[in-house]
């Protein structure tokens, strides 16, 4: 009735006063007599007049800016995740986007497209845009810097890093002297030409070098210390001689350019000695995602824009501001972490990308039409290798570093990325690149960012030395072994309990280990400790109240689900443990079968259907995830469908194959180290053909009389299932249930699927 009630008044509201308008309409067009109305007449039809109007506001600027954008991020992320599954930091997948998109392919073989989506009288527009993105990324790049690390541990990296400065800056110079006369530009003095020629050597991608320390699993160890103190101490140093050298080329000499220097000096003392204690305070009192009021934001972005404002007046460029403003926030953790997450996702995913491609607009590959000026190119490549990867290398073994370490810093400081362009770019407002030397040191940059990670690999296959992911002593042991990985310390802490009702008596003769493992890009290198902290406490107090002993492991990953099979294949171990929650079926026919009954499908889901991820409406039994960890893994797996599992006290295992007779072995165990209550069920009658089978059941029985049950009965009360803590089935019989959509599926409590991978022994 009440549906029907508004119905009505929407009909008759909407019916009135579009009456009423329309009678407005035709009484004010009398108003019209006696002021000369002229209704232009273009003599097109109203289909034609359509499609001028269509053309003209596709040609908006608005309208090509937001195509240019679309565009742009699709490309941009597609090829960052190809670059991410290779093995490559998907910045090489930016560059190649932004390079793609520009004349060197798209402007060569599709110019009227290129022309259409790229017209020059946007370019303005695009560029002021993508340093938007710049100035904020700059903003993270400082926020990420650990100061207290340069403070603590800055010696021996201090000397490395200048040193893989001032090598490949000379050399630099030195490359200046031979080609100035061929590629610098008109009116540009050799002064400039060659600092700028030494910076652009000189330069590591820090950003870009923590995010490979993490994925490389070496960022606890002494050498991962090194080589991110090392990049901190090379970042600020080379970007604050960047600033000198702006104001020098900026001034035409060294004499002039002590004015721009001393206003930048005065400006830096203000930002650390004022701004800086003023900006601590403000974190102190603001440091929960609570407290963090829009005005309080909008405090620290305003210092943001007027430091950058202000180091762009000065003259040593804007960047230069954004990068102070985020060095002096407040050293707090926590406030860092809910800064760099509001600033994040749009400084990276939206307007970063938009750089890129401003860069591939510039970078002309074809302009290297001859084979001497890819000769310069490659002289160019041999000159930045040699200059940071073997001056970065010999300065580490100086300290003392051995040689494995030492060639690995020198790779990784040889990584340019991101920063290269932002100083390149720089270079080329100026006026002191011409294109040619530009698309020259784009492909530099490209290429030092591409041979980091096969570096690392020759350096580790030429040393015979492989990080292990798995400590040795867990490799060692020779007892029962299970790995526990988790997402969550909510799912950590429910598969502990479950390991531990396997392995509870055995004391030293079982090992658990717990492993989580982070996507790359949701980490930043300064808050990894904090991180794993509140990650693993919860699991650490979780097994104290066991009374069991764990080991964790925690790795960043690109590929989470090799790196889970990989542990558990190199570990060698007896089980591995992995969640599967309740929300993968929510909205899907198979969660309305499992009793999942939530109807509402969530984004990330219906995203994963358009992208292929996930079928929605199929009855696979697991999600992409869990079918890759099942392929690659050569141990027994163990899924978990939780609901709620608080205790292994009342076990309930279906047997439909003669095959699926190893759970008993699970059964035994969880019997002998939890005291549990056992059902078997031989649903197809298969143990009483089976005399081993029946065997191993009956040796239960005696050593644990009341604790074990065989029963042949094929159909199953709602309420028996409802009694018991856990079902344990094999991956084969599972996927059966699901098939046929069983009646069981909708009233089974939490269940543990066991994939047999390769036979174990029973080591209760």
């Known amino acids: 009735?009440?549906?029907?009630?508004?119905?009505?008044?929407?009909?008759?509201?909407?019916?009135?006063?579009?009456?009423?308008?329309?009678?407005?309409?035709?009484?004010?067009?009398?108003?019209?007599?006696?002021?000369?109305?002229?209704?232009?007449?273009?003599?097109?039809?109203?289909?034609?007049?359509?499609?001028?109007?269509?053309?003209?506001?596709?040609?908006?600027?608005?309208?090509?800016?937001?195509?240019?954008?679309?565009?742009?991020?699709?490309?941009?992320?597609?090829?960052?995740?190809?670059?991410?599954?290779?093995?490559?930091?998907s910045v090489v997948g930016e560059i190649i986007a932004g390079i793609i998109l520009g004349p060197s392919l798209i402007g060569m073989y599709f110019p009227e497209f290129s022309a259409a989506l790229f017209p020059v009288k946007s370019l303005g527009n695009l560029q002021f845009l993508s340093q938007i993105g710049l100035i904020l990324?700059?903003?993270?790049?400082?926020?990420?810097?650990?100061?207290?690390?340069?403070?603590?541990?800055?010696?021996?990296?201090?000397?490395?890093?200048?040193?893989?400065?001032?090598?490949?800056?000379?050399?630099?110079?030195?490359?200046?002297?031979?080609?100035?006369?061929s590629f610098a530009p008109e009116g540009v003095q050799f002064l400039s030409f060659a600092l700028f020629l030494g910076i652009a050597m000189s330069i590591t991608a820090f950003p870009v070098l923590a995010r490979i320390v993490q994925e490389r699993g070496i960022h606890k160890t002494k050498l991962g210390t090194v080589v991110i103190t090392c990049a901190a101490a090379d970042d600020i140093t080379a970007w604050c001689i960047l600033a000198a050298v702006i104001a020098i080329v900026k001034a035409g000499s060294f004499i002039s350019a002590f004015y721009i220097m001393g206003l930048a000096l005065g400006y830096v003392v203000i930002m650390i000695y004022v701004i800086k204690p003023f900006l601590k305070r403000v974190g102190e009192l603001h440091a929960t995602r609570e407290n963090l009021s829009k005005p309080i934001v909008a405090i620290f972005l305003l210092i943001l824009l007027i430091s950058s404002y202000a180091t762009e007046v000065i003259g040593i460029h804007a960047l230069f501001g954004a990068f102070m403003a985020g060095a002096i926030m407040p050293e707090n953790i926590r406030f860092r972490n809910i800064?760099?997450?509001?600033?994040?996702?749009?400084?990276?995913?939206?307007?970063?990308?938009?750089?890129?491609?401003?860069?591939?607009?510039?970078?002309?590959?074809?302009?290297?039409?001859?084979?001497?000026?890819?000769?310069?190119?490659g002289l160019i490549i041999l000159v930045a290798v040699a200059g940071k990867f073997i001056g970065s290398a010999l300065a580490a073994k100086f300290v003392g570093q051995n040689w494995k370490n030492s060639l690995t810093i020198g790779a990784l400081m040889n990584t340019r990325g991101l920063m290269e362009l932002v100083v390149l770019n720089i270079g080329y407002d100026l006026g002191v690149l011409t294109p040619e030397i530009f698309t020259m040191m784009v492909i530099m940059a490209l290429l030092t960012t591409v041979m980091t990670g096969p570096a690392l690999d020759a350096i580790n296959f030429l040393f015979r030395s492989k990080v292990q992911i798995v400590p040795q002593e867990i490799k060692d042991i020779s007892k029962y072994k299970i790995l526990v990985s988790f997402s969550n310390p909510e799912s950590g802490k429910t598969l502990l309990k479950l390991a531990n009702g396997l392995t509870k008596k055995l004391n030293s003769n079982a090992s658990l280990t717990a492993l989580h493992l982070s996507p790359t890009n949701e980490l930043h290198h300064y808050n990894i400790e904090e991180y794993e902290k509140e990650i693993f406490d919860p699991i650490i107090e979780e097994s104290q109240q066991l009374n069991q002993k764990v080991t964790t492991i925690f790795k960043a990953s690109?590929?989470?689900?090799?790196?889970?099979?990989?542990?558990?294949?190199?570990?060698?171990?007896?089980?591995?443990?992995?969640?599967?929650?309740?929300?993968?079926?929510?909205?899907?026919?198979?969660?309305?079968?499992?009793?999942?009954?939530?109807?509402?499908?969530?984004?990330?889901?219906?995203?994963?259907?358009?992208?292929?991820?996930?079928?929605?409406?199929d009855n696979s039994p697991f999600d992409e995830s869990t079918k890759l960890i099942l392929s690659r893994t050569h141990v027994p797996v163990g899924i978990l469908i939780d609901k709620n599992l608080t205790k292994v006290d009342r076990i309930f295992i279906p047997?439909?194959?003669?095959?699926?007779?190893?759970?008993?072995?699970?059964?035994?165990?969880?019997?002998?180290?939890?005291?549990?209550?056992?059902?078997?069920?031989?649903?197809?009658?298969?143990?009483?053909?089976?005399?081993?089978?029946?065997?191993?059941?009956?040796?239960?029985?005696?050593?644990?009389?009341?604790?074990?049950?065989?029963?042949?009965?094929?159909?199953?009360?709602?309420?028996?299932?409802?009694?018991?803590?856990?079902?344990?089935?094999?991956?084969?019989?599972?996927?059966?249930?699901?098939?046929?959509?069983?009646?069981?599926?909708?009233?089974?409590?939490?269940?543990?699927?066991?994939?047999?991978?390769?036979?174990?022994?029973?080591?209760?």
């Open 137 to 181: 990324f700059m903003f993270i790049v400082g926020m990420e810097l650990d100061l207290k690390v340069l403070r603590n541990k800055a010696h021996e990296a201090v000397v490395i890093s200048h040193a893989s400065i001032i090598i490949p800056f000379a050399l630099g110079m030195g490359l200046a002297f031979f080609i100035y006369q």
């Open 655 to 764: 047997i439909f194959d003669v095959k699926d007779a190893y759970l008993v072995n699970y059964a035994q165990k969880l019997i002998h180290n939890s005291g549990a209550q056992v059902v078997v069920l031989d649903a197809a009658g298969e143990i009483k053909n089976n005399s081993e089978t029946k065997e191993k059941i009956r040796a239960i029985e005696q050593n644990a009389p009341n604790h074990i049950t065989l029963q042949n009965q094929r159909i199953i009360e709602k309420t028996f299932l409802q009694q018991q803590d856990m079902m344990i089935i094999s991956l084969a019989s599972w996927k059966k249930l699901v098939e046929t959509k069983s009646v069981w599926l909708s009233d089974i409590p939490s269940t543990l699927i066991i994939s047999e991978k390769q036979l174990h022994g029973n080591r209760s």
């Open 339 to 377: 800064f760099i997450e509001k600033v994040e996702d749009v400084a990276l995913v939206l307007l970063l990308p938009l750089f890129f491609v401003f860069t591939g607009l510039r970078t002309q590959i074809g302009l290297l039409n001859d084979p001497y000026l890819w000769k310069i190119t």
């Open 1 to 89: 009735m009440k549906k029907f009630k508004n119905g009505f008044f929407y009909i008759g509201i909407i019916s009135v006063f579009s009456v009423l308008m329309y009678w407005i309409v035709l009484t004010g067009a009398s108003l019209e007599k006696g002021r000369n109305i002229v209704i232009p007449q273009s003599g097109k039809s109203q289909w034609q007049e359509f499609l001028v109007a269509m053309q003209h506001n596709l040609q908006h600027p608005l309208a090509i800016m937001l195509a240019q954008i679309v565009t742009i991020i699709i490309i941009a992320r597609l090829l960052g995740w190809v670059c991410k599954k290779i093995g490559q930091p």
């Open 558 to 617: 690109n590929d989470i689900n090799y790196e889970v099979a990989d542990t558990a294949n190199k570990g060698d171990y007896d089980l591995l443990l992995v969640g599967l929650s309740e929300s993968i079926f929510q909205g899907s026919l198979l969660g309305k079968v499992l009793g999942f009954t939530t109807r509402i499908i969530n984004p990330e889901k219906l995203l994963n259907t358009v992208t292929g991820k996930e079928k929605l409406f």
